[in-house]
């Protein structure tokens, strides 16, 4: 869900980070390793696509210390080389993943879902509670098999609600999960995204607010 692009080409990093929003996922973009090493510290990363060529502190080192925390965020390694001796290199370094530059943006998102499928927090296929179908594959949402046009953001959240099985949501943990980083939590963000979530589910309402704690569906 929370992805961190680490990369030094800064029209490279927003390009990745546009996409990877556009397809559901939260972003935040660094371009140097010890920048990506506090990010890295301060939130709970899915996955981050850590360019080996890092300025300050190497992607190597960034990712040898993510592994050695225990780290569960997930490393797709991004590099300028695609000799074999390279992905290896990376691959022995912890690295679940390993990019060649140039690559196609498509295959980008696809593997980045699949490291996220891989991580500690597991995400069934399909979820299902009170006729609401969630394909977290396809990412196709359906409530009593009628298709719901849900944004990206709508999307990530309704499947957070989902995965809770009944239980409460804070707006903080939403926050923390659903949006990047440049999120105001004094915004309301999340009420008013809640309430195009509540209005495109429709009737009856299925999702509740627990004053002063979440939400729970």
């Known amino acids: ?14 390009l990745v ?4 929003r556009r397809a559901g996922f939260a972003v935040d973009t660094v371009y140097s390793g010890d920048a990506a090493l506090a990010y ?16 300050r502190v190497h992607g190597d080192d960034v990712a040898r210390r993510l592994v050695a925390s225990g780290s569960r ?49 597991p995400v069934p296929p399909q979820l299902e509670r009170h006729g609401i179908r969630l394909d977290t594959v396809r990412r196709s949402a ?3 098999g009628r298709e719901l046009d849900l944004s990206p953001k709508e999307f990530t959240v309704l499947q957070l609600l989902l995965e809770a099985d009944g239980g409460t949501v804070g707006a903080e943990e939403l926050l923390e999960r ?3 980083a440049n999120a105001d939590p004094f ?14 589910l429709g009737e009856p309402a299925l999702i509740r607010t627990v004053q002063g704690v979440g939400y729970a569906l």
């Open 178 to 180: 659903a949006w990047d």
């Open 187 to 200: 915004t309301g963000a999340v009420r008013v995204c809640m309430s195009k979530l509540r209005a495109k």
């Open 73 to 121: 965020t997930r490393i797709l390694m991004l590099t300028a080389s695609g000799s074999m001796e390279d992905r290896v290199a990376g691959l022995d370094l912890g690295a679940d993943d390993y990019v060649s530059k140039p690559f196609e943006f498509p295959e980008l998102v696809s593997r980045v879902r699949a490291l996220r499928r891989r991580s500690a927090r």
């Open 17 to 20: 980070a546009t996409g990877l």
């Open 40 to 55: 890295l510290g301060l939130h709970d990363y899915d996955v981050v696509v850590l360019d080996r060529d890092l300025p």
């Open 142 to 144: 359906l409530r009593d």
């Open 1 to 14: 869900m929370r992805v961190l692009v680490a990369e030094d080409e800064e029209i490279l990093a927003e």
